[in-house]
């Protein structure tokens, strides 16, 4: 398994600011995702953050907006730029592990509301 | 790309009777599929998966069916209890290593009536 750990946990901001969300892993891991779960909703893919390259990004989701940093093994930041209102969501951290099966594992979340 | 659909979106059942929860997935690379439940304030955790080699897998109240040729799999929750309240989502993975992306389905609000 892996223990992930993600700060803050919760965070309101005002409009127009941006967040740094911070997610740390127990153990060295190839591949960080990050995802998006609005109120009510699944979780979407924003990016993909490999180790010593740039992040690849899904549909609909920019780098101007959402840059990610991955410097090392264990750790990766999202950054939630420019906020306004309609980034109001939880924000989740996410590695996978290949043995048996691949099994994604989350981080609890972080709760962002945007006033 | 992959597209999950799942339903229903909610479900409402007495304790002690069975859920079902239904899946489809679109991309026939897909060859993994695991579902999570996620309780309020906590991230998604994994209940149980299949892979497309097998046609069904049980862990004591829960099992999980595949149907490869209808690109279709189910949740099934047996003797549901309280503590099985929660919102539960199936996805689907179209490759089988560790940069695998997951594909989620939209969720179902399960609720277990006393």
């Known amino acids: 398994s892996a223990v992930i750990s993600q700060k803050p946990s919760r965070d309101i901001c005002q409009r127009g600011t941006s967040l740094t969300i911070q997610c740390q892993v127990d153990?060295?891991?190839?591949?960080m995702f990050w995802y998006r779960q609005q109120p009510g909703q699944s979780l979407t893919l924003i990016a993909t953050a490999n180790q010593g390259s740039e992040a690849t990004y899904e549909s609909g989701f920019v780098i101007d907006k959402f840059p990610i940093s991955r410097p090392n093994l264990t750790f990766s930041t999202l950054t939630v730029s420019n906020m306004s209102p309609e980034d109001s969501s939880i924000y989740l951290c996410s590695v996978t592990r290949t043995g048996e099966n691949t099994e994604a594992f989350f981080g609890q979340g972080t709760r962002l509301t945007v006033v | 790309g992959e597209n999950v659909e799942q339903h229903p979106s909610t479900l409402s059942v007495q304790e002690g009777d069975s859920a079902v929860i239904k899946c489809t997935y679109s991309d026939s690379a897909s060859n993994y599929f695991p579902w999570y439940k996620q309780e309020l304030g906590k991230g998604p955790q994994l209940i149980i998966d299949?892979?497309?080699?097998?046609g069904e897998k049980k862990d004591q109240r829960i099992a999980v069916t595949l149907n490869k040729t209808a690109k279709h799999f189910s949740l099934h929750i047996t003797e549901t209890q309280p503590e099985d309240s929660a919102v539960y989502f199936c996805a689907a993975s179209p490759r089988y290593s560790s940069a695998s992306k997951i594909i989620f389905g939209s969720g179902t609000r399960l609720s277990i009536r006393p």
């Open positions: 299949i892979r497309s080699n097998v």
């Open positions: 153990s060295q891991v190839t591949m």
